[in-house]
């Protein structure tokens, strides 16, 4: 029986994760479910799951949390904060944790599980952009096992599992959907609205990644994600959209083959390789009928004059050091500040740029040295808001 801790639970990769789980419940059982700020959501998955342990990230709430899994009459012990998740995710309640905490902040208690040697399901991308160094070193010492989950990585961890194969690695090509304004210029994309901007055409996910697949910036974490992952350059990683989004990466090897993996658009594929690797088990998503999809798999490179996010990255990636960390902090300010309708959808590459451009890249020594990076990155990013949503 694997004991998994779900964090991010309420969000959209918690979802697939625990309906994966659901589905095996001789073989795994979560354990601990954490959130950031919705206790009554929480209590419904308490009341569905029944955790040992629900942790609120918001300190305020570890009192409603408590009466609420009381009311329930469930005997959930409620938790709250960074200090208590860092604990639970290193400590035994769990021996598998799905990382899907959104954004830097999922760093804390993805670290703690890479160091204490638990079988990691890695979807919070923004850490490995943010600290990749550091967390590949965790999990090296700590003896973890990662499995990506994000779905390109994840289909490159199938074709490469093995290091004896990774010798032999010539490229990687990811694919990207495109996002909802695939085709349009980048003047026709200066009044898009934010409905218009989640709209996803192949991936049902949460907000701010959704924005990120719209302006390619998903696509650019996820470059640094493969570098970071997979040991390869960045000259060695090229991105070809993919609007089917049914071949969900391809590794190149220097023989001359390429081994690609296809599946269905859903999370809940990639979550099961992760959950029973090397077995295989039944993830709830269908086998791939594709006369059924249309016959076609498509190609196209991006536009990076429409979409300079993803340039921005690759750049990033080139310059090291707190460069991608900047990146990361500034697209989620920008990302934000796009969600709450302060500025608009051009906005997003222009505060991220603008920011790489002041802040230049230092060397990373640190665990510090990149938080103070990921700050001073947010007050600039911060102030670029301010100064264009009062203009
Ligand atoms: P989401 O917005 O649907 O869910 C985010 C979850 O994180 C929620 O449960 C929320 O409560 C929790 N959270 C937010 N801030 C927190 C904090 N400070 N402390 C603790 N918990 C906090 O997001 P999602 O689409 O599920 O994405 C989660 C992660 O997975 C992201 O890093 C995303 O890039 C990655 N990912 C998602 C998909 C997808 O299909 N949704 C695919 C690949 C990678
Ligand atoms: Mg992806």
């Known amino acids: 029986m694997k004991r998994v801790a779900v964090l991010g639970a309420t969000g959209s990769i ?45 300190e305020a709430m570890l009192g409603r949390l408590r009466d609420r899994l009381r009311g329930a009459g469930l005997s959930t012990i409620a938790h709250a904060g960074d200090a208590a998740l860092v604990e639970l995710v290193g400590g035994d309640a769990c021996d598998t944790v799905v990382a899907a905490i959104v954004g830097a902040a ?56 093995d290091a004896p194969a990774r010798d032999g690695l010539a490229r990687i090509i990811l694919t990207a959907s495109g996002g909802p304004f695939r085709g349009r210029s980048r003047a026709s994309l200066r009044d898009v609205t934010v409905e218009q901007a989640v709209a996803h055409p192949k991936w049902s996910m949460g907000p ?71 077995q295989r088990i039944a993830s709830g998503v269908s086998g791939l009928d594709l006369l059924a999809e249309g016959g076609r798999l498509e190609f196209e490179p991006p536009d990076l004059d429409a979409f300079p996010c993803l340039r921005l990255a690759f750049d990033a990636l080139a310059a090291g050091g707190t460069a991608p960390a900047v990146l990361n902090a500034a697209n989620e300010v920008a990302v934000s500040a796009f969600l709450q309708r302060r500025v608009g959808f051009l906005s997003i590459p222009a505060i991220v740029e603008d920011t790489l451009a002041a802040l230049p890249a230092i ?12 700050a001073a990155a947010r007050r600039h990013a911060s102030r670029a808001v301010d100064d264009r949503s009062s203009a």
């Open 106 to 161: 999922g760093l804390p208690s993805t670290l703690a599980a890479a160091r204490a040697g638990k079988r990691l399901l890695l979807a919070n991308k923004e850490s490995l952009v943010l600290a990749g160094e550091l967390l590949m070193a965790a999990a090296r010492e700590g003896g973890a096992t990662i499995v990506p989950i994000d779905s390109e990585h994840n289909a490159i961890f199938q074709c490469l599992p």
């Open 208 to 278: 701010k990644i959704s924005v990120d697949s719209a302006t390619l910036m998903n696509k650019g974490l996820e470059v640094i994600e493969a570098h970071h992952l997979f040991d390869v350059d960045g000259d060695r990683i090229q991105v070809l959209v993919h609007p089917q989004s049914l071949v969900h990466s391809l590794v190149e090897f220097v023989d001359g083959s390429t081994l690609a993996q296809l599946g269905l658009p859903d999370m809940r594929t990639a979550l099961a390789v992760g959950f029973a690797w090397p």
């Open 14 to 58: 918690g979802a697939s994760a625990l309906d994966v789980i659901a589905r095996h419940p001789t073989a795994l059982r979560a354990t601990v479910l954490a959130a950031g700020r919705q206790v009554d959501a929480l209590v419904e998955l308490c009341r569905q799951h029944r955790p040992e342990h629900a942790v609120i990230a918001d």
């Open 363 to 374: 060397p990373a020594v640190s665990l510090d040295a990149l938080h103070d990076a990921d």
